[in-house]
C-alpha cells in the first residue's frame, strides 16, 4: 500500500487545509520547523524512534532519536541565544556532513533566527559573497574550514561570531571565535522555542543566475506544509522506512529532504559523510537496510559506470523505492536501475525557490522513463509561450513551465533583489525557466533550460560568476563560459579565454587558471576545458552571445547571428 494509492482520486480531494489539519495546523497559530521535526514528534509518541543515523569515512557511527535530538536543537538553540544572536539574524552553516549540521539547523529555526547553509566546498569568494549579501551574523564551521573565513575576516564586520564544532582547546581561539561542543553543552529539556508563524522567514538558500550574483532565496516557516505532504505522497516514506537523501544541505534538496520534509514525518534518516565510491554507497545502504533512497542523476550515472559486479557483492533487497532529482534523469538510467535493482528511479522536478517538489512520478503511477511526471497535488502547474509568456494548452507543444502561485513552500522574495523576484512572476503565473511539453496523459517531459545557467552534477552555477571570476586573474582580458555535454555530470564548465598583451596559452597557465577558480568559486565551477580564443562573439552592444559558443559545443544550430559584432 502506497501512502496515495490513486493520483486523480488524491488531485480530486486534495485542499492545502486538510494538509494543515493533518498537522494540527491553524491559520495564526505559531508554527516552527524545529518544532514541528522535534517536539512535534515527541508528543505524537515517536521520541525514542531513531531520527538520524550518521556515519563518517571510517565507517564510525552515532544516532540519535527524536527524543535526543529535541533536547540538542534546544541547547543548541539556547546557546545561540545566550551568545547575543537574536530572531531574525542570519546564521550561516558551513560544515560538510556532521551531525552539528543537522542539529544546527534545527537548533538556529528554534531561537527563531534564519538558517544559511553553505556548500562547505566554497572557496572564499563564493563564500563572502553570501555572506555580505546576508548580512551573517553568525558562521558555524569546523576546524577545517576556518583558514577560508579567517581569509575574508577584515571584509565581514558584520560576521560577530565564529562558532567552531570540533575544537575543545579555546586556547587557539581568534578573534570572534567560539566554540560549540554539543557533548558539554547542558541538555535542555525544555527550550521557549520563537514563535513564529507561518510568514517568519526560515531558510535562505543562495542560488545562481544568468547574471548578477547569486540571488537569496527566502524561504519561511509555513513550507513545512508542502515539505511535510510532499515528502510523504511523493517519496511514500512511511514509520518503517530507513531513509536516506544523499544530497548536501548547502544545496535545498539536503534541507527540504534531507531535514524537514522526513523529518516533520517522524522518519528515520541516514547521512554519509563521505565522498562517492559505488562500493561506499552500496555498503552504506545493506548496512543500515535502507529503504527509499533519493539521489541525483548524476550519482547514478555514476553508479551506471561502475557496473553491477559491485551490485552483486551488496545485499540490496531493503530498498522499495527510488527517487531522483536535479537533472534531467535519462529513460537509460531508469531501464538501468529496473534491471539492476528491480524497481525504477522515479524522476522529481522541483527548484530552490519552490522550496518543495512540483512535479513527480508517484509510487502509484506508470513511470514513463524519461518523464518528470505529473504535477503535485494542489499545484497548478502549465506552460506558458516562450515569448509571449501566454499561458496555453496544447499538447505535445514546448513551453516554459510555470506555476500558480499560492503554494505553502514557495520563496518569498530574493533578498535585497525585489524587482528580480517580481520578474518571476509574469501574467498570474511564476516561471520555473525551464522549457518542457505536456504529453496526452499529462506527463511533463524536460527540454532544456531557459537562460544560460549550467547545471553540473545537479548543481546550477552561474557563467556570469565565474567570468567575473576569472577575469580577476592577471592574464585574462576576456572570458565567457557555457555548460559542455557530460557523459556523467551531464554538463560540465567550459571557458573559453582571450589573454592580456604578453600572456602566452599553455598549459600550465590552464591548470592555473582552473585551479584559480577552484579555490576562489568551487570545485564545481572550475572549468574542466579552457579553449583559448582571440575573441568572444558579441552583440553589437557588448554582450557576450554565449548561445553561439553553446551552439558549437553542443552541436546545435547557430541561429540567427546578425547582431553578431566578430563571426570568431
Ligand atoms: O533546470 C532545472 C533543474 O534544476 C533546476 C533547479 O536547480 P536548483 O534550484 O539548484 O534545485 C535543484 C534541486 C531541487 C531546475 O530549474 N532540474 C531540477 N530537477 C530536474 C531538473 N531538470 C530536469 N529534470 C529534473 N527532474
Known amino acids: 500500500m502506497h501512502n496515495i494509492s490513486s493520483y ?21 497559530d505559531t508554527i516552527n520547523i524545529g518544532e514541528y521535526c522535534t517536539d512535534r514528534i515527541c508528543r505524537l509518541g515517536m521520541g ?13 557511527v552515532k544516532t540519535w532519536t527524536f527524543d535526543q535530538m529535541r533536547v540538542d536543537t534546544n541547547s543548541i538553540a539556547w546557546y545561540l541565544e545566550n551568545m547575543g544572536i537574536k530572531p531574525g539574524d542570519r546564521v550561516c552553516l558551513f560544515m560538510d556532513k556532521v551531525p552539528e549540521l543537522y542539529l544546527g539547523f534545527l537548533g538556529i529555526l528554534k531561537m527563531g533566527a534564519i538558517v544559511q547553509p553553505l556548500f562547505s566546498a566554497f572557496g572564499t569568494e563564493s563564500l563572502e559573497t553570501r555572506l555580505e549579501d546576508a548580512k551573517t551574523t553568525a558562521i558555524i564551521t569546523q576546524k577545517k574550514h576556518l583558514p577560508k573565513i579567517r581569509n575574508i575576516l577584515k571584509d565581514t564586520e558584520y560576521l560577530k561570531f565564529i562558532i567552531i564544532v570540533d575544537q575543545k582547546d579555546e586556547l587557539h581561539l581568534k578573534d570572534r571565535e567560539h566554540i560549540l561542543d554539543i557533548e558539554n553543552l547542558p541538555k535542555l529539556d525544555h527550550f521557549h522555542t520563537y514563535k513564529s508563524t507561518a510568514e517568519t522567514p526560515s531558510v535562505l538558500h543562495y542560488t545562481s543566475g544568468t547574471t548578477g550574483k547569486p540571488k537569496g532565496a527566502q524561504h519561511v516557516h509555513y513550507s ?51 565522498g562517492f565510491t559505488a562500493e561506499g554507497w552500496y555498503s552504506f545502504i545493506e548496512k543500515h537496510k535502507i529503504t527509499v533512497w533519493y539521489t541525483a542523476p548524476t550519482a547514478i550515472r555514476a553508479l551506471m559506470k561502475e557496473g553491477e559486479e559491485v551490485i552483486k557483492k551488496h545485499d540490496l533487497s531493503s530498498l522499495r523505492f527510488l527517487a531522483s532529482i536535479g537533472e534531467p534523469l535519462n529513460a537509460e538510467a531508469v531501464l538501468w536501475s529496473d534491471k539492476v535493482f528491480g524497481m525504477k528511479f522515479h524522476d522529481t522536478y522541483w527548484q530552490t525557490e519552490t522550496g518543495s517538489m512540483v512535479i513527480s512520478n508517484y509510487p502509484c503511477m506508470k513511470v514513463k522513463p524519461g518523464s518528470m511526471g505529473k504535477p503535485f497535488p494542489g499545484m497548478e502547474v502549465g506552460l506558458v509561450d516562450i515569448n509571449t509568456h501566454e499561458y496555453f494548452d496544447k499538447k505535445g507543444v514546448v513551453g516554459i513551465i510555470a506555476i500558480k502561485p499560492g503554494w505553502p513552500a514557495m ?23 525551464d522549457r518542457a511539453s505536456i504529453d496526452e496523459d499529462g506527463y511533463f517531459w524536460f527540454v532544456g533550460r ?23 586573474h592577471p592574464a585574462v582580458a576576456e572570458s565567457a563560459a557555457i555548460g559542455k555535454p557530460d557523459h556523467i555530470n551531464m554538463e560540465v564548465v567550459k571557458a573559453f579565454i582571450a589573454l592580456k598583451p604578453g600572456h602566452e596559452q599553455s598549459k600550465m597557465l590552464e591548470l592555473e587558471i582552473m585551479n584559480f577558480i577552484r579555490k576562489k568559486l568551487s570545485p564545481l565551477a572550475m572549468p574542466q576545458e579552457i579553449e583559448f580564443v582571440k575573441s568572444l562573439p558579441k552583440t553589437r552592444s557588448g554582450k557576450i552571445m554565449r548561445r553561439v559558443l553553446k551552439a558549437k559545443e553542443w552541436g546545435e544550430e547557430i541561429g540567427d547571428i546578425s547582431t553578431l559584432e566578430n563571426n570568431m
Request: charged share 25%; hydrophobic share 30%; aromatic share 14%.
Open 450 to 472: 531557459d537562460d544560460d545557467v549550467i547545471n553540473t552534477a545537479g548543481h546550477l552555477v552561474g557563467p556570469f560568476e565565474i567570468e567575473s571570476a576569472l577575469l580577476e
Open 224 to 274: 513545512v506544509i508542502s515539505q511535510y505532504i510532499t515528502t510523504k505522497y511523493s517519496l511514500d516514506l512511511k514509520e518503517d522506512d530507513i531513509y536516506w537523501c544523499t544530497a548536501d544541505p548547502g544545496w535545498v534538496t539536503g534541507t527540504s529532504y534531507g531535514i524537514i520534509g522526513p523529518w516533520a514525518n517522524g522518519i528515520t534518516q541516514c547521512v554519509l559523510d563521505s
Open 411 to 433: 520563496f518569498r522574495t530574493y533578498r535585497n533583489k525585489k524587482e528580480m523576484y517580481d520578474q518571476k512572476f509574469v501574467n498570474g503565473w511564476y516561471l520555473c525557466g
Open 8 to 28: 486523480e482520486e488524491t488531485i480530486e480531494n486534495f485542499t492545502w487545509k486538510s494538509v494543515e489539519e493533518e498537522l494540527g495546523y491553524k491559520p495564526g
Open 48 to 60: 525514542k524512534r531513531k531520527a538520524l543515523i550518521w556515519q563518517d569515512h571510517s565507517g564510525n
